[in-house]
């Protein structure tokens, strides 16, 4: 695993935005994995400012996002793919038929509606670089504490804990879903490249949890550990339970010299 720690969530957003440049540098058509939540907004920030730089193109790219709520139509103002579109796809030069989410209308077998997730994934030919980010019980998209290691794309039930972190995205007497289709733990270890991003002390204990800790279902992002390829980018405050970090700093250093001589992909 990479660990990276850096200043604040703005160089966070700076390295992994680099990632996806030098990603689709090398690979046009590559296939993204998306997150959505607070950590990204910066990210995607980024990516629209360096699209608007003609440094990026997504014209080629296709992306599938972890996660969607259940019973939340996405021309709702809070489904997941509204939020992608104000976030990101509105802003760049991506075809919207090229982006998925794992939707399940009212009438569909939310079994069928997953297998087909899988399917349009496997179509894709995989998941390039699949962006997370890490819920304060250690979940990764809507995979809550006890979810299988080998799990696949399916529904799942919110824990209180998540629909409490997330209530503050709801207005008064908004409905706010306590259910989602998300994928699995399986599916994101399949990516070629998986990259965790955290900020801020409200996350330093499941980022500690998932580096540090067993691998265990009780902390999903702890699965990462059997990712041949991935990094969790952090700002200081995410890396504070850390007990390795020095040593972290001292890799990521030598690291550097590699990747900026070698490329990272
Ligand atoms: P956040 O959510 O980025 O809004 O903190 C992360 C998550 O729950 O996966």
Do not use: W
Request: net charge negative.
């Amino acid at each position: 695993m990479e660990i990276v720690v850096l200043s604040d969530p703005n160089a966070v957003a700076d390295f992994a935005a680099a990632r996806v440049c030098e990603l689709l540098d090398g690979k046009p058509a590559a296939v993204l994995g998306l997150a959505t939540g607070n950590t990204p907004l910066r990210l995607y920030a980024k990516l629209v400012e360096l699209h608007r730089a003609a440094k990026i193109s997504f014209r080629e790219v296709r992306t599938f996002n972890l996660d969607e709520y259940l019973g939340v139509a996405p021309d709702d103002p809070q489904s997941y793919r509204s939020y992608m579109q104000r976030e990101l796809f509105a802003k760049v030069d991506i075809d919207v038929s090229n982006t998925y989410l794992p939707v399940c209308g009212e009438h569909d077998d939310p079994r069928d509606a997953s297998a087909d997730y899988e399917g349009r994934i496997r179509d894709a030919g995989g998941i390039d670089l699949q962006v997370l980010g890490i819920g304060r019980n250690g979940h990764i998209g809507f995979n809550e504490p006890t979810s299988s290691l080998a799990s696949r794309t399916r529904v799942k039930t919110l824990t209180a804990d998540t629909v409490a972190a997330n209530s503050r995205l709801f207005g008064e007497g908004e409905r706010q879903p306590d259910m989602a289709m998300t994928m699995g733990i399986a599916t994101i270890l399949d990516s070629r490249y998986a990259m965790l991003l955290a900020t801020g002390t409200e996350k330093a204990r499941a980022v500690g949890a998932a580096i540090e800790g067993a691998v265990s279902a009780m902390c999903p992002a702890s699965a990462l550990q059997l990712h041949p390829n991935a990094s969790f980018i952090l700002d200081e405050a995410a890396a504070a339970e850390l007990a390795g970090i020095e040593h972290y700093r001292s890799v990521h250093a030598e690291n550097s010299r590699l990747t900026t001589k070698f490329g990272f992909f």
